[in-house]
């Protein structure tokens, strides 16, 4: 690897960047196509978990954890990846910006793909509860006025009668357990998406969080260090970047999915998928000779 010894830097090979342009481009593709999927139709799962909590739909719960995976990945598809660049323009790339929107995404995607994945929907509907009831138990933690810490405060009593439980059955579990077992059933279902065991889905998920909190141990396990004109250089493994951007994608993925599936409308997903992908190809700077539609493109 060729390092500039003044700046530090090197450049990037073609196969250390594609994974990332994949990933923002199925970011770009799959915001696109959770804007389509409409709302849950008559007999589909979500439809019947409305009952059991419809003041706060399951459905609407689950595309706002996904919105919010998308927002952060699209976050970081637009800087690591821009739809326009200028002809000097360069990315500098850093492992905690990447490893902070990637957690994020992978937080945000895990809970919708929690509460999806399991067919039975009452176990669903109950996930779902609990997701709402700690939401709201931290808004009445952040809160700084006393009338609307009490308001909140008997707003998840309310629920708890409604739904007729104990609270313990509804407790939340904690964002690493929530990650482990969305990416454990994503795993079942895209084997070669995700790192194949709980240990590395628990380190990537301990690196990002450490290195968002400034922590050090990310920075020195997760780096490279060269010799460069008599300086040792250190700069960010362009590999750590990968697995987490990969592992936030994977999951975000699936739910997405899933959600179309569990809404009633499966069948028409594929056509919204065809939809965004030739939206956003339309978009992309291409190089010269590349194909003006996008691979497996039903156009014209």
């Known amino acids: 690897m060729d390092v500039d010894p003044d700046t530090g830097r090197t450049a990037l090979t073609r196969d250390e960047t594609e994974p990332w342009v994949q990933v923002a481009l199925s970011a770009r593709v799959m915001q696109r196509t959770l804007r389509q999927i409409p709302i849950p139709a008559p007999g589909s799962l979500l439809d019947g978990a409305r009952a059991f909590f419809p003041d706060e739909t399951a459905a ?5 954890f996904l919105a919010a995976a998308l927002e952060h990945l699209v976050m970081w598809a637009d800087y690591a990846t821009p739809l326009k660049y200028h002809p000097e323009a360069a990315v500098e790339f850093a492992l905690r910006p990447a490893q902070t929107l990637a957690r994020a995404a992978l937080e945000s995607a895990s809970q ?17 509860v ?5 939401d709201w138990q931290e808004q009445g933690k952040a809160a ?3 009338e609307v810490k009490a308001k909140l405060t008997q707003r998840r009593a309310d629920a708890l009668r409604l739904v ?42 301990r690196a990002s969080a450490g290195s968002a909190h400034g ?38 993925t699936y739910g997405v999915m899933r959600f179309a599936d569990f809404s009633g409308h499966y ?22 000779g590349a194909p003006a539609e996008p691979p497996n493109s039903t156009g014209g």
Request: hydrophobic residues 45%.
């Open 164 to 205: 007729g439980g104990d609270e313990k059955k509804f407790r939340a579990p904690l964002y690493i357990d929530l990650v482990k077992d969305a990416a454990a059933h994503v795993r079942t279902q895209l084997p070669d998406a995700l790192v194949q065991d709980d240990g590395a889905v628990e380190r990537l998920w």
């Open 60 to 64: 609407d719960w689950c595309r706002s």
């Open 130 to 134: 609990s997701l709402v009831l700690a």
């Open 112 to 128: 919708a793909v929690w509460v999806l994945s399991t067919q039975d929907v009452r176990e669903a509907s109950r996930r779902h």
């Open 267 to 288: 069948e028409h997903l594929s056509t919204w998928q065809r939809a965004a992908l030739a939206e956003v190809y339309g978009t992309l700077p291409l190089l010269p």
């Open 215 to 252: 922590k050090r141990w990310p920075a020195s396990e997760l780096t490279l260090t060269f010799d460069a004109g008599g300086y040792h250089i250190t700069m960010p493994d362009p590999a750590a970047i990968t697995a987490i951007l990969k592992l936030a994608d994977a999951v975000m």
């Open 144 to 146: 700084t006025d006393p």
